[in-house]
T-cell receptor, first 115, second 115 residues
Framework: DQQVKQNSPSLSVQEGRISILNCDYTNSMFDYFLWYKKYPAEGPTFLISISSIKDKNEDGRFTVFLNKSAKHLSLHIVPSQPGDSAVYFCAASGNSGGSNYKLTFGKGTLLTVNP | ETGVTQSPTHLIKTRGQQVTLRCSSQSGHNTVSWYQQALGQGPQFIFQYYREEENGRGNFPPRFSGLQFPNYSSELNVNALELDDSALYLC??????????????FGNGTRLTVT
């Protein structure tokens, strides 16, 4: 039972363009959402998060949008850079677990940014 | 540099054996979690420790056990290894108490292969 779904296993974009990574969830108890980036042979690195009381959070080139009614969130990267090429994981926690308790991860999306 | 160090990086064990994986967190990181990442999947929550007490557990059998020590190190023990235990095991720590907005910092993981 996949509670966090990333339906696109891979995404390829040109350098300088926008990358949009999508994530859907089914558990209505989730109230905190995070994006992690993972390079090969390294652990996941925290990128950006959003709580359910917001619908947008921005940090530099990265923006996360949350649509609670659709149980959908997306990560926008503008402009995309070759160094952004990595696997991106969407994660969620519930019951006021914040950003560090019982995270449920999606399967990830491999982003490739072409020069 | 994540500040979370895991050892060993790779390990090969035989079915039925026992294994201990180790993790060293940054000073002050009282919350430590362990995740299992099977090939092609996202990380899956095993359990979390806070101030040396288990603080929550995912859907893993009792043969998965852990310890957290006062010096910010921790262990994951797996008894009676099965072939399906082959995975990347990730340790993650946080300076915040469980349920806060302080995100998890992951180590690079231990790749366990069970033959």
């Amino acid at each position: 039972d996949q509670q966090v779904k990333q339906n696109s296993p891979s995404l390829s974009v040109q350098e300088g363009r926008i990358s949009i990574l999508n994530c859907d969830y089914t558990n209505s108890m989730f109230d905190y959402f995070l994006w992690y980036k993972k390079y090969p042979a390294e652990g996941p690195t925290f990128l950006i998060s959003i709580s359910s009381i917001k619908d947008k959070n921005e940090d530099g080139r990265f923006t996360v949008f949350l649509n609670k009614s659709a149980k959908h969130l997306s990560l926008h990267i503008v402009p995309s850079q070759p160094g952004d090429s990595a696997v991106y994981f969407c994660a969620a926690s519930g019951n006021s677990g914040g950003s560090n308790y019982k995270l449920t991860f999606g399967k990830g999306t491999l982003l490739t940014v072409n020069p | 540099e994540t500040g979370v160090t895991q050892s060993p990086t790779h390990l090969i064990k035989t079915r039925g054996q026992q294994v201990t994986l180790r993790c060293s967190s940054q000073s002050g990181h009282n919350t430590v979690s362990w995740y299992q990442q099977a090939l092609g999947q996202g990380p899956q929550f095993i359990f979390q420790y806070y101030r040396e007490e288990e603080n929550g557990r995912g859907n893993f059998p009792p043969r998965f056990s852990g310890l957290q020590f006062p010096n910010y190190s921790s262990e994951l023990n797996v008894n009676a290894l099965e072939l399906d235990d082959s995975a990347l095991y990730l340790c993650a720590s946080s300076p915040g108490t469980p349920g806060t907005a302080s995100p998890l910092h992951f180590g690079n993981g231990t790749r366990l292969t069970v033959t």
